[in-house]
Each structure stands twice: as structure tokens, then as C-alpha cells.
């Protein structure tokens, strides 16, 4: 799948359909090279092939395959900001927090489509550098979701109300800049029912 074509579903808002197809390659992937092990040791040796030379291309293809998967998914977690809204008393605030991060990302992403080449075309180094460039401005991204969550976290009176909280960040709670953060609430959680 082209990178024109990834970009394409991302702006069409079927982002979800981009991360099915990228699992499905690296899926097909995987197990073209496992079926090749396989029948090389049921050979018995008898083919003389250096393993890394033969998949050196495959194997920068998986490896782009999972980057591009990556930032698939990281847009599917995010979009989810979108319709996220925060009661409490500092509700109202940390609702244009979000709003504000989610104005960003969708910033950051649609800067990294801007990129004049094809994303999937393994010969181009520069992706390396303008991945980077996007994981780091998604990071910053995170620490600041991470201290909104945990500023609700700490607004919520009742232990529903922080399980509901929690519940409307699924997908975003496993990335771990943010689990990093929302660890010291979990205790929170536990003392409770002691």
C-alpha cells in the first residue's frame, strides 16, 4: 500500500482501515519469512542462502510497515479527543486543554502528510528524521494529555466518577508516557477498596 493511499484514508477519516491493512502486510510478511525458515530447516541445511542478505529489503519494509502502523494508531488514539468532554470543577478548562492538544496533533499530523515523498518508499532515508521529528512532537503531546488525566483524576470526588474518566481515555491510557503518569493514581484506586 502506498503512502498516497495511507494518507488518503487518514483524511477520509478511515484511519482504522489504514491500520487493518498495515497489520495485514506485516502479518503476510511474517509469515512468508517464517514459511521460508521453515522449509530451510526441514532442507537440512542444504541451502546456502545468508539469511540477512536475503531479507535485508523485506526486512526495512517490515520495519517501515510497523513505523507507519504506528503513526496509524497513535491517529486513531488521539481522534478519540475529539469527542471527549471533562465534568468537575476544573471540567470546563481541562475540556480546552484537550481541546487545544487535540487542535495540535491534528496540526502535527497534517504536517507530517506534507512530506513530498512517498512514506512507504524504503529507499528514502528522510523518513527516519521526519518520523522522529513527529514521535517527539507526539510525546510532548502526551506528557501534556498525561497531566490533564491526572488533573481529572485528582477533580473526580467519587471512585466512579474516576473509573468513568479513566474509561473515556481508553486506547490513549496504554501509551506509556501516560501510563507512566496515571501509575501513581492506581494506587489511589487500590487504597480505596482496602
Known amino acids: 500500500m502506498p503512502g498516497p493511499a495511507i494518507f488518503q484514508l487518514i483524511s477520509s477519516e478511515e484511519t482504522y482501515e489504514?491500520?487493518?491493512k498495515l497489520a495485514t502486510t506485516i502479518d503476510v510478511c511474517t509469515k512468508f519469512k517464517d514459511a521460508y525458515f521453515e522449509y530451510k530447516a526441514k532442507a537440512e541445511n542444504t541451502w546456502k542462502l545468508t539469511t540477512n542478505a536475503l531479507f535485508v529489503r523485506l526486512d526495512?519494509?517490515?520495519?517501515?510497515?510497523h513505523d507507519i502502523l504506528?503513526?496509524?494508531?497513535?491517529?486513531?488514539?488521539?481522534n478519540k479527543l475529539a469527542k471527549i468532554e471533562l465534568g468537575?470543577?476544573?471540567g470546563k478548562s481541562l475540556t480546552e486543554t484537550l481541546n487545544q492538544i487535540f487542535v495540535e496533533f491534528k496540526k502535527t499530523v497534517e504536517q507530517f502528510q506534507q512530506l513530498n515523498y512517498d512514506i512507504m518508499d524504503i529507499e528514502i532515508k528522510q523518513f527516519d528524521d521526519d518520523f522522529y521529528e513527529f514521535r517527539s512532537k507526539i510525546k510532548e503531546l502526551e506528557r501534556r494529555l498525561a497531566s490533564v488525566i491526572t488533573q481529572g483524576f485528582d477533580d473526580c470526588d467519587t471512585i466512579h466518577g474516576r473509573f468513568k474518566l479513566l474509561d473515556s481515555f481508553e486506547g490513549l491510557l496504554n501509551r506509556p508516557i501516560i501510563q507512566d503518569e496515571l501509575e501513581k493514581k492506581h494506587i489511589v484506586l487500590l487504597d480505596f477498596y482496602k
Open 18 to 20: 489504514a491500520c487493518e
Open 60 to 65: 526495512s519494509f517490515l520495519e517501515r510497515c
Open 70 to 78: 504506528h503513526l496509524t494508531m497513535t491517529i486513531v488514539q488521539f
Open 88 to 90: 468537575g470543577t476544573k
